[in-house]
Every structure is written in C-alpha cells, then in structure tokens.
C-alpha cells in the first residue's frame, strides 16, 4: 500500500495482520501497543488522548469491512470501552472467532510487595479468559513510585504462575522488601490514582513499558471492583507539628544526637530545622513525616532544602545530624528493621560534604530563595518596609530578567 494518509490509516496499516493472531490476549497486547504510540506523543490528558483517538478511529473506519479493520475496531472498543461508539462495536463475520473473547478475563489472584521504606510498591495481579479460547493466563505488575506519585511502570506477561514464584523468591530472600495478598479493591484504587498523575505528565519515565501496556492495564484494572472513596490524609495541624517534635526531642534518638540538650541561640535553628523535615514530608502525595529512606533523604539533603529554604551557618551545621536523629526516631516507630534503619543512617552521613558543598556554591537555590539570602548577605532586616523596598529597587535588575 502507499504512505498512509491519516493516522487512522497508518494504524490500520500497522493492524494489518491482526486477524491473523492466535488468541484475543495477543491482539489485545498489539492493540495496547498501537495505541501507546498516542499515549506517548500526548502532551498532557494522555488517557484522553488514547480515548478522543479511539472514537475518532472507531468513527473514520466505520466502513472498513476487512478482517483487520473489523478486528481492530473490536480490540480498541474493549481496551477502551467508554470512547464515544465503544459500545456498539460488533464482531463482523470476517473476525476471527476468539474476537468474541477479547476483554473477557476474572480475576484469579492479587498481591502487592515493595521495600520496606515505603519507596515503591508494586501490585501484581493475575488474569484468565473465561473462555480458554482467548488466551493464556497472564499477569499484570504495576509499580508505583510514592516520592514522584506516579505510575512508573507496567509488565504484562506470563506464565503468570512463575511470576509469582519469582517474586515470591526475591522478597523472601531479602529483608527489606515484603509481600503481601491484596485486595484488588486497593489494587485498582491505588493504581488508578497514580495513573491520574501519570497520565497528566508532560514527561514519560524513560524506561519500562508503560506507554505501551496502559490501555492494556486500564481494561484489567476495569475488571477489579471498586473501593469505597477514602479521605485524602490533611496535612498535620501546628497542634499536631507540635506533639510529634516534642515527642521527638523525648526519644533516645534526640538524645543519641545531643538534640535534646539544645537550647539558647541553637534553640531557634533546631525548631527551624525540624520545621524543614516537617514540611518537605507534606510536599510529597502520600505525605507522611515518619517515611524517610535513603532516597528521601537525599531528595530533602541534596535538593528540597536549597531550592526552599535559606540557611544560616547555625542551621546548614545543625541539619544533617537532626535529619539523622529524626530519621532514626521514624525508622524505630514505624518498625523497620536494623538493616534498614542504619542504611538511612549511613546514607546521610555520606551525603553531608555534598549538601555542604551544595550550600556553600548556592547552585540549586530557587530565584527566589537567592534572592532572600543575598538580602540576609546585605544585612537587610526583611521586618522593616523601608529598608526591604530600598534593596529591592536597588537590586531590580538581579530580580527581574530585563536587561535594564
């Protein structure tokens, strides 16, 4: 055939042989592919994208009798059943016969596993036709990234029976990892809510098969029921802020640290300090003060801190140690085992002449937080409105990208 025309023509183009597939999970893994080439380019609404195309497919090639364009129509309708004229797509008589079982799979397991820090989870959950006519048994693994609130990654494959005896293997053999039943209600209310930020990324991770699996995953997690709605978590009151720190500077890990004999000028950097770590935990999605890992620790250390906050000496000195003492403190509450814990431990210890080099250079500051520590440099009291307008007119041109 010539160069397609549209992009409906150059799917179905791509779709030609589709009839010719053995099983309906096989078209079904094609079509998700064809269609993760939309999900992709999309700038942003990515799962919108993936339906608007849908429907406009399903409209443009609604005369196309051929068994690949009655076929792929079918495969795209139960991949994507609410695109406008899903629902009243038909097999035609040049499909092949397991087209009547496409999207036709029941539940058969679900589980979840994932490190102990609270980093990642992943949910793995296993499927089967009812019909063994439309396919293999398989197994769909979705990983979560809780620093970024996404959905990471996705596989689909099999045989789903040894998937599971894999993952089984490497969380049983490794102490910081843990696995788990699940409940596919919290499967398909987690997943989906991750995919929510996903789908909205103007940036795709830049590994994995999650472009090409997500219709794919998002017809398997329609199949799941649903969970009643849970409260999104508020953030913690300054009543709240106040009992956990104090019942920090009580812990053996305060003391571990000398945090809790701090007191005169110290006094304000190690309330300030822990301020900090309070609110760099509220900025994350699932935002809990007492998840700290390596990760985390590094996110706040190397990164959060110089492009949110201004330091003086006193504070840039007295930080990594309170870091150390709190993350102690939550590893010990929330019941991580030592390895973990003295890896946190560790991990900060190592990070410190970076975060001292990072706070020295001020190469990741935020304009604005430049800003307000070059003021604190010139020795501008910021309560006094005189002096504050006086400096920022004198230094407009550092604060502003006009040239002038």
């Given at each position: 055939?010539?160069?397609?025309?549209?992009?409906?023509?150059?799917?179905?183009?791509?779709?030609?042989?589709?009839?010719?597939?053995?099983?309906?999970?096989?078209?079904?893994?094609?079509?998700?592919?064809?269609?993760?080439?939309?999900?992709?380019?999309?700038?942003?609404?990515?799962?919108?994208?993936?339906?608007?195309?849908?429907?406009?497919?399903?409209?443009?090639?609604?005369?196309?009798?051929?068994?690949?364009?009655?076929?792929?129509?079918?495969?795209?309708?139960?991949?994507?059943?609410?695109?406008?004229?899903?629902?009243?797509?038909?097999?035609?008589?040049?499909?092949?016969?397991?087209?009547?079982?496409?999207?036709?799979?029941?539940?058969?397991?679900?589980?979840?596993?994932?490190?102990?820090?609270?980093?990642?989870?992943?949910?793995?959950?296993?499927?089967?036709?009812?019909?063994?006519?439309?396919?293999?048994?398989?197994?769909?693994?979705?990983?979560?990234?809780?620093?970024?609130?996404?959905?990471?990654?996705?596989?689909?494959?099999?045989?789903?029976?040894?998937?599971?005896?894999?993952?089984?293997?490497?969380?049983?053999?490794?102490?910081?990892?843990?696995?788990?039943?699940?409940?596919?209600?919290?499967?398909?209310?987690?997943?989906?809510?991750h995919l929510a930020i996903t789908d909205a990324?103007?940036?795709?991770?830049?590994?994995?098969?999650?472009?090409?699996?997500?219709?794919?995953?998002?017809?398997?997690?329609?199949?799941?029921?649903?969970?009643?709605?849970?409260?999104?978590?508020?953030?913690?009151?300054?009543?709240?802020?106040?009992?956990?720190?104090?019942?920090?500077?009580?812990?053996?890990?305060?003391?571990?640290?000398?945090?809790?004999?701090?007191?005169?000028?110290?006094?304000?950097?190690?309330?300030?300090?822990?301020?900090?770590?309070?609110?760099?935990?509220?900025?994350?999605?699932?935002?809990?003060?007492?998840?700290?890992?390596?990760?985390?620790?590094?996110?706040?250390?190397?990164?959060?801190?110089?492009?949110?906050?201004?330091?003086?000496?006193?504070?840039?000195?007295?930080?990594?140690?309170?870091?150390?003492?709190?993350?102690?403190?939550?590893?010990?509450?929330?019941?991580?085992?030592?390895?973990?814990?003295?890896?946190?431990?560790?991990?900060?210890?190592?990070?410190?002449?970076?975060?001292?080099?990072?706070?020295?250079?001020?190469?990741?500051?935020?304009?604005a937080t430049a800003a307000v520590a070059q003021?604190?440099?010139?020795?501008?009291?910021?309560?006094?409105?005189?002096?504050?307008?006086?400096?920022?007119?004198?230094?407009?041109?550092?604060?502003?990208?006009?040239?002038?």
């Amino acid at each position: 055939m010539g160069t397609p025309q549209t992009p409906y023509d150059a799917v179905l183009h791509a779709a030609r042989d589709v009839a010719k597939l053995d099983n309906a999970l096989d078209a079904e893994m094609l079509g998700a592919a064809l269609l993760g080439s939309v999900y992709s380019v999309a700038e942003t609404e990515r799962d919108a994208a993936v339906r608007d195309f849908v429907a406009g497919f399903l409209a443009a090639t609604s005369r196309r009798r051929s068994a690949a364009a009655t076929t792929i129509r079918s495969v795209f309708a139960a991949l994507v059943p609410d695109a406008e004229g899903a629902g009243r797509i038909r097999p035609g008589a040049a499909t092949p016969p397991w087209a009547a079982q496409l999207g036709r799979v029941r539940l058969t397991g679900c589980w979840s596993y994932g490190d102990v820090y609270g980093d990642q989870t992943s949910y793995l959950a296993t499927f089967a036709y009812d019909d063994p006519a439309g396919g293999s048994p398989h197994a769909v693994v979705t990983l979560l990234d809780h620093n970024i609130g996404i959905t990471k990654d996705v596989f689909v494959g099999g045989p789903p029976d040894r998937i599971l005896d894999q993952v089984r293997q490497m969380c049983s053999g490794d102490e910081l990892t843990w696995f788990r039943d699940e409940t596919p209600a919290r499967m398909r209310a987690e997943v989906t809510r991750h995919l929510a930020i996903t789908d909205a990324l103007t940036e795709l991770p830049g590994e994995g098969s999650l472009a090409t699996d997500r219709a794919l995953l998002g017809a398997r997690l329609a199949r799941l029921p649903q969970a009643a709605p849970t409260p999104t978590a508020e953030p913690l009151s300054a009543a709240e802020r106040t009992d956990l720190v104090r019942r920090f500077l009580a812990s053996p890990e305060a003391a571990r640290f000398g945090l809790d004999a701090i007191d005169g000028a110290e006094l304000a950097s190690l309330h300030f300090c822990l301020s900090l770590l309070l609110d760099h935990a509220a900025s994350f999605p699932d935002a809990d003060p007492m998840r700290w890992s390596p990760t985390v620790a590094g996110l706040f250390l190397l990164d959060w801190v110089h492009r949110r906050a201004v330091l003086d000496m006193d504070d840039a000195a007295l930080l990594p140690r309170v870091l150390r003492g709190w993350a102690g403190y939550a590893a010990r509450k929330r019941g991580l085992p030592e390895q973990a814990a003295a890896q946190i431990d560790t991990a900060i210890e190592e990070m410190v002449p970076e975060f001292a080099r990072l706070y020295s250079t001020g190469e990741r500051r935020s304009p604005a937080t430049a800003a307000v520590a070059q003021l604190m440099a010139d020795g501008v009291d910021p309560d006094d409105p005189a002096a504050l307008d006086a400096w920022i007119e004198a230094n407009r041109h550092r604060l502003t990208d006009d040239p002038a």
